[in-house]
């Protein structure tokens, strides 16, 4: 059976005061916590925007009602969904200053979702030379000056999808693995250990000026990820993917 991962994003430019009361009635007393210790307006809207979009999309595949999600985390800190007797769901989030997204999938699969401005004013040939590969600093250097910023994000958003998905996180180290992004469309990854499963990756650009990565592992048939903003209306088409096993180092 082939895995589908279903991806919701949202522009947070677009959203009502009225949706964002919407959004803080779906969280829990923790998250509700969490939002309220945030120092920015900015950051508490896209947070409940967050974890209310990621409520909404496990209900949509789940049928349970979105206020009702219960999450645990791992021992690496991952969620996992914890609601007695739910569907078998796998889902991560991500949320970025004015863009939030979710992924959700049938598990059991290894599931992580990132999404990063493009212009989020990082210094990406200082932060590249302490966290990244050689080969992967390289290709940035390679680029333009224009063209580096991009070059920084893309690979960026697939190595934190990585290791959410692992479970792992950036404690693991973002050298851990590294990607190679080709002239086309592809994307490789090597990793410092044997890679734990069959391994795909889709990018896209969810509105101009961001990116968004999802990584998946899975021991079954290649996905199908089907990628939308929250309304369903328009479909971001995909940058670049993966959908050959990959090769270790």
């Known amino acids: 059976m082939t895995p589908t991962v279903e ?11 009225e949706r964002l009361k919407d959004d803080l009635s779906l969280l829990s007393p923790e998250e509700r ?12 809207r896209d947070f409940a925007a967050a974890h209310a979009l990621v409520r909404r999309r496990l209900s949509a595949a789940g049928g ?6 219960r999450f645990g985390a791992a021992p690496g800190g991952k969620p996992y969904v914890a609601n007695a007797g739910a569907p078998d769901l796998v889902c991560n989030l991500s949320h970025t200053r004015a863009l939030v997204a979710c992924a959700v999938a049938r598990g059991p699969l290894g599931l992580g979702i990132d999404v990063e401005n493009l212009d989020a004013g990082r210094n990406p040939s200082g932060i ?6 050689p080969a992967e600093r390289s290709w940035i250097a390679a680029a333009g000056e224009a063209d580096r910023s991009i070059r920084f994000v893309e690979l960026w958003t697939l190595k934190e999808a990585w290791l959410k998905a692992t479970g ?19 994307i490789e990854m090597q990793t410092r250990e044997a890679a734990d499963g069959d391994w795909s990756f889709v990018m896209v650009e969810p509105a101009p000026g961001y990116r968004l990565s999802v990584a998946l592992r899975s021991s079954r048939a290649w996905p199908r990820f089907v990628i939308r903003d ?20």
């Not at 991806?7 to 005061?17: C, F, I, K, N």
């Not at 916590?33 to 508490?44: G, W, Y």
């Not at 349970?64 to 999600?69: A, I, L, N, S, Y």
């Not at 180290?173 to 590294?178: P, R």
């Open 7 to 17: 991806v919701s994003y949202r522009v947070m430019d677009a959203s009502s005061d």
């Open 230 to 249: 929250d309304a369903g209306e328009r479909a971001a088409t995909p940058l670049r993917w993966s959908r050959a096993a990959v090769a270790t180092a």
């Open 33 to 44: 916590e969490r939002h309220d210790r945030l120092m920015f307006a900015a950051d508490r």
């Open 168 to 186: 792992a996180g950036v404690g693991a180290g973002l050298d851990a693995v590294s990607f190679g992004l080709d002239a086309g469309t592809g």
């Open 64 to 69: 349970v009602p979105p206020g009702d999600w």
């Open 128 to 133: 590249a030379e302490r966290y990244f590969t």
